[in-house]
């Protein structure tokens, strides 16, 4: 079982930026991707940025450019950098964790790990 739990998230005026976090905890073995997605009510979850156990990164059209996905392992935290935020990038935004590599896809199926959830608000 592994645990996410996002912060971070807040309310910015246009190009601002925030730092996004998700802590992780549980058992995690072997080779895994954690990600960032991103849903506004009513629309489809929106893979935003992926990152694999081994360091390679992968990136939605949204985030190019303009986010940048890391992770501290000592600290078991992923981050999600933001920066040049516009009001389209309001939304909810969500840390999940998927074993093996193919979450670099960000394919939500992929992953089967979840957390709750960050708001960002962008204003113009």
């Known amino acids: 079982q592994v645990q996410l739990v996002e912060s971070g998230g807040g309310s910015v005026q246009s190009g601002g930026s925030l730092r996004l976090s998700c802590a992780v905890s549980?058992?995690?073995?072997?080779?895994?991707?954690m990600g960032w997605f991103r849903q506004v009510p009513g629309k489809d979850r929106e893979g935003v940025a992926g990152?694999?156990?081994?360091?390679?990164?992968s990136y939605g059209d949204v985030a190019k450019g303009r986010f940048t996905i890391s992770q501290d392992n000592t600290k078991r935290t992923v981050y999600l950098q933001m920066t040049d935020l516009k009001p389209e990038d309001t939304a909810m935004y969500y840390c999940?964790?998927?074993?093996?590599?193919?979450?670099?896809?960000?394919?939500?199926?992929?992953?089967?790990?979840w957390g709750q959830g960050t708001q960002v608000t962008v204003s113009s």
């Open positions: 999940a964790f998927g074993q093996g590599y193919y979450g670099l896809s960000l394919q939500s199926d992929e992953f089967t790990y």
């Open positions: 549980g058992y995690i073995y072997g080779s895994y991707c």
């Open positions: 990152i694999d156990s081994d360091g390679a990164m």
